[in-house]
């Protein structure tokens, strides 16, 4: 099955610094990648994705960055904000059918004001 | 996006009795849903798929006469703990996707979740 790996587990940045994720799937079938944000006690919601037919994304302050051969994907966060602290999960999954995603440990990322 | 509910928030019951928990699409019907178990600081850890109009799929080491999945329509499944125990205290969420949800037909969207607290 497919495997994913995150890191770092905890990223500690000053406000205004970029913050980056990084994740990496085991599976070369995967083709779909999002990326989740967790505030404490509340509910993963959805920020990014992106898919294996492009290399990059970008939503005004967030971006996501694809790698198929060496099966790696990213998130920048630049200019961050406290509002930005959060746990951030990554995902790789099939698309069509009954799909699965597998998530990652998740980043706590922690933005200093 | 779309809308996925989830009651009750919050539930506090003494060791052996059984905990019901709704997972509900407010605006698409969702033919699969997904049960998760995450404890403090860590990830999500998938349960089981759960399957309208038929039985759930349960994730290896996951015990399906414990942790009894309902999909009865295709907007509501239902999780019930039966004799819940300690070590069954967790956060529970639910999730449902696909097309219809008005995503890209993979994308997921995740209730608030349950906090189960067993005494």
């Known amino acids: 099955g497919e495997n994913v790996e995150q890191h770092p587990s905890t990223l500690s940045v000053q406000e205004g610094d970029s913050a980056v994720i990084k994740c990496t799937y085991s599976?070369?079938?995967?083709?779909?990648f999002p990326w989740y944000k967790q505030e404490l006690g509340k509910r993963p919601q959805l920020i990014i994705d992106?898919?294996?037919?492009?290399g990059e994304k970008k939503d005004q302050r967030i971006a996501v960055t694809l790698n198929k051969t060496a099966k790696h994907f990213s998130l920048h966060i630049t200019e961050t904000q406290p509002e930005d602290s959060a746990v951030y999960f990554c995902?790789?999954?099939?698309?069509?059918?009954?799909?699965?995603?597998?998530f990652g440990r998740g980043t706590s990322l922690i933005v200093h004001p | 996006g779309a809308v996925v509910s989830q009651h009750p928030s919050r539930v506090i019951c003494k060791s052996g009795t059984s905990v019901k928990i709704e997972c509900r699409s407010l605006?698409?019907?969702?033919?699969?849903m997904f049960w998760y178990r995450q404890f403090p600081k860590q990830s999500l850890m998938l349960m089981a798929t759960?399957?309208?109009?038929?039985?759930?799929?349960?994730e290896q080491g996951v015990e399906k006469d414990k942790f009894l999945i309902n999909h009865a329509s295709l907007t509501l499944s239902t999780l019930t703990v039966t004799s819940a125990h300690p070590e069954d205290s967790s956060f529970y969420i639910c999730?449902?996707?696909?097309?219809?949800?008005?995503?890209?037909?993979?994308?997921?969207?995740f209730g608030p979740g349950t906090r189960l607290t067993v005494l």
């Open positions: 992106i898919r294996s037919n492009v």
């Open positions: 999730s449902a996707g696909g097309s219809l949800a008005g995503g890209t037909g993979d994308t997921q969207y």
């Open positions: 759960s399957n309208e109009g038929s039985k759930a799929t349960y």
């Open positions: 995902a790789a999954s099939k698309t069509g059918g009954s799909y699965i995603p597998t």
């Open positions: 605006d698409f019907q969702a033919t699969t």
């Open positions: 599976d070369s079938a995967s083709n779909y």
